[in-house]
């Protein structure tokens, strides 16, 4: 099964590093669908469009939603129940998902995180 990872912003600020996505991808158990990056070559992409598709299309392929939430939750270091702030609601969410086209995790989109790391 696949699971799709969302981030909100909470008063203009993102509760995640670019670290965290690196972490992520380096699992190898997260990454993004084929259709997020197609049509150019993930490092020649404008940086803010990788940014987006990470914060909300990150994807995984676990056994269950529990396996999911473990995953990411022991590599982010985060509550997913987290409860947020009263005006943008909750910063994560973990929902079953379909996906059109393939599982990307490769070196270019390694590579391309590992670029914006500083946001």
């Known amino acids: 099964m696949f699971f799709r990872f969302s981030e909100s912003n909470s008063g203009g600020s993102w509760w995640l590093s670019g670290d965290v996505y690196l972490a992520l991808l ?3 158990d997260w990454g993004l669908e084929a259709s997020n990056v197609a049509g150019s070559d993930v490092l020649r992409r404008e940086m803010q469009d990788l940014k987006h598709y990470l914060r909300h ?3 995984g392929q676990f056994d269950s939603i529990h396996a999911a939430r473990a995953s990411f939750e ?8 987290e409860p947020g702030c009263e ?11 379909y996906m ?3 599982f990307v995790n490769d070196a270019a989109l390694r590579a391309a995180c590992e670029a914006i790391t500083s946001w």
């Open 87 to 97: 005006c943008c609601g909750r910063p994560f969410r973990i929902t079953e998902t």
């Open 100 to 102: 059109d086209s393939a």
């Open 57 to 59: 299309e990150l994807v």
């Open 26 to 28: 380096q699992t190898g």
């Open 74 to 81: 022991s590599i982010a270091n985060v509550n997913l129940d």
